[in-house]
């Protein structure tokens, strides 16, 4: 393979909001390079996994090199992929972390939307250069001139230089690579420096080992190399060194300056190569490592259970393996009285939470149950010591917490203007506290609120896009802790607490929430032989309270006439019988109860 000068290396990601194109984009310019055969090509060559083609969304960053010639002159250009949902924004800041330049793709017909603002932040904190690209400029209501001056209103780039595509039918894709090869700057660096190279992923391959994804920022890489991982200080030998391809990757003796490759160094397990650390040389180590690259934070936490408990340590083994191809998930064992032992899982928000759960059952054959989800609060206890808690049952008690601080958002909507009043009325009852309010154009508004986490972990998004018809767009960072006041709301069912129905809750919602709860697990709990009691409470004060009414059954169905005193006899037997059954009886909870918790209405 002929070497290319590093002058001639271009390194750039994709950032768009979901269903922009994005996926169809990357699928052209590997088409135009000439990496991929027609007959070799499939519709989002760089979506891997089954549930990122059938959903459509991209959930893993992924990577390719491409050779192209523009004037005769040979190129490599570095394609680094990146997901859209808000929930995978953590793969977007590492891809960006390892280009010099970005595409930023906006739809011609839908126009700037939450993630495309929430996206180009992070570029811009990371100095890249930014080429506006107008996707689908084949569809009859496209306008890319409105959708430039909003770029310009809403982002405040200057959209002078910019690309009009159309991923679908190729339209102006030569072009674009042509005017990314000239807008986007080449990697900086030394190649007479000791070697600097960042992790920007790492994944698990059943015959390879743990493999790193790296960018090259000074020196080289080669193989038989002794190189150290600075965050852990172990020393491997590189065994193999791959370029990313789409279809099969391409194995190299060198990965030099301003490239991206694949470390074989033959681990068997991914911990030791986290993702945002610094690979140097042993011998000759670089004095420090790259920074700016911030590590996945879950927000959102849920129990997961296997629906048959002799599956905990199926489950177990499940979530290791996945973790080693998502290295942003974190789990730990707890157990419930009511669902016995299972993991308290974090993720990065609710769409993660749902791809993980549906990759555990799909990839790994397992029947699971998710709790309600929940988010990290901080107590300050009355002795001053403060603490950090994921899950409702490990709230202290009253008496011992001085102050619950619970996780704000800044959450970012842009919405046509017929919908701002449904939307301002929703995020008041969310207890949002309005930060701007600007009008784009005659027909778009982006809106700004604080909010707190819990409020949008339910059914937010739901709640929002039905509301706006489907047109609003949101997205949201996390901005700290304020002091909230809150409380803990217990269910008992049949006098017993149910730890996996316990919810936090804001102090003047609490009544509202309980009453909703406790109806909606009324017509859950099927009727039993025994009036079931179902209550919601506060510590010890009982705040809503409803009954399963039990089943009919005729004791006197067989004395056939005769004195009174006989069916009497048989009835009071019977309720002798129920004082017992209820005093031990044991009322079995439906899976749906567990999320009934999702539906309440604030």
């Known amino acids: 393979m002929a070497i290319v000068p590093q002058a001639n290396i271009r390194n750039f990601s994709i950032i768009a909001h979901i269903d922009h ?92 939307e939450a993630q495309t603002i929430a996206n180009v932040y992070i570029a811009l904190e990371n100095n890249l250069e930014l080429l506006p690209v107008v996707n689908k400029i084949d569809l009859p209501s496209a ?38 090869i000239d807008k986007i700057p080449a990697p900086n660096g030394d190649e007479n420096a000791p070697t600097k190279a960042l992790i920007y992923d790492s994944w698990f391959d059943n015959y390879l080992g743990a493999l790193a994804l790296v960018r090259v920022f000074d020196g080289s890489l080669k193989k038989g190399q002794i190189v150290k991982v600075m965050g852990t200080k172990d020393d491997h030998q590189i065994l193999d060194l791959m ?46 490592v790259i920074h700016g690259f911030e590590p996945a934070k879950p927000f959102v936490f849920a129990g997961i259970y296997p629906i048959e408990t002799d599956k905990f340590e199926d489950l177990r083994d499940a979530l290791n393996k996945l973790k080693l191809n998502d290295s942003s998930l974190s789990f730990e064992p707890e157990s419930s009285v009511a669902l016995g032992s299972g993991f308290r899982t974090g993720f990065l928000g609710m769409l993660h939470m749902e791809v993980v759960k549906e990759r555990l059952e799909r990839e790994f054959d397992l029947d699971l149950i998710a709790t309600a989800p929940t988010v990290v609060y901080e ?28 996780p704000y958002i800044k959450a970012t909507i842009l919405t046509p203007n017929e919908f701002v009043g449904n939307l301002i009325k929703l995020l008041s ?13 005659e027909t778009r508004v982006l809106l700004e609120y604080d909010v707190p986490m819990n409020e949008i972990v339910m059914d937010f998004y739901d709640k929002l896009k039905s509301l706006t018809k489907g047109y609003a767009s949101f997205d949201y960072e996390p901005i700290g ?30 009544r509202n929430r309980g009453l909703a709860f406790v109806n909606q697990l009324k017509e859950l ?54 004082k017992r059954m209820k005093s031990i009886g ?6 749906e109860a567990f999320m009934a918790v999702l539906k309440l209405d604030s």
């Open 243 to 288: 370029y990313p391809n789409p279809i099969a990757p391409i194995k190299t003796k060198e990965i030099r300056t301003g490239e991206v490759g694949v470390v074989v160094m033959g681990l068997k397990t991914v911990d030791s190569l986290m993702v945002g650390d610094t690979i140097t040389d042993s011998k000759n180590p670089t004095s420090e």
């Open 481 to 510: 802790f304020r002091v909230g006041k809150l409380v803990k709301l217990d269910i008992k069912v049949a006098g017993e607490v149910v730890d996996a129905l316990s919810i936090i809750v804001p102090d003047d919602k609490a």
């Open 143 to 180: 306008d890319p001139t409105r959708v430039l001056a909003e770029l310009e209103n809403a982002i405040g780039i200057d959209t002078t230089e910019h690309c009009l595509v159309s991923a679908k039918t190729g339209l102006g894709v030569k072009n674009l690579i042509d005017t990314l």
């Open 586 to 591: 044991r009322v079995e909870v439906p899976q």
């Open 379 to 406: 107590v300050e206890q009355t002795n001053g010591e403060k603490i950090s808690i994921q899950n409702p049952s490990e709230l202290p008690d009253a008496s011992k917490i001085s102050t619950i601080y619970e």
């Open 21 to 112: 194109g994005k996926s169809t984009l990357a699928d052209r310019i590997i088409q135009e390079c000439g990496a991929v055969s027609d007959r070799e090509m499939s519709a989002q060559v760089m979506d891997t996994m089954d549930i990122e083609k059938e959903r459509g969304i991209t959930i893993k960053a992924q990577s390719v090199r491409l050779d192209y010639v523009k004037d005769g002159v040979p190129y490599i250009l570095n394609l680094i992929d990146t997901p859209g949902h808000v929930d995978f924004s953590y793969e977007v800041s590492r891809s960006l972390a390892s280009s010099e330049g970005a595409l930023l793709i906006v739809d011609a017909a839908q126009g700037v």
């Open 525 to 578: 709990i099927p009727r039993q032989l025994f009036e079931v009691s179902i209550q919601a409470s506060i510590g010890n004060t009982v705040i809503a309270r409803s009954n399963v009414k039990s089943m009919g059954k005729n004791v006197t169905a067989k004395c056939y006439g005769g004195d009174i005193t006989r069916k009497r006899k048989l009835l009071d037997k019977q309720k002798a019988g129920k």
């Open 429 to 441: 009852d969310r207890r949002g506290i309005q930060i701007k309010m600007d009008y784009l154009n």
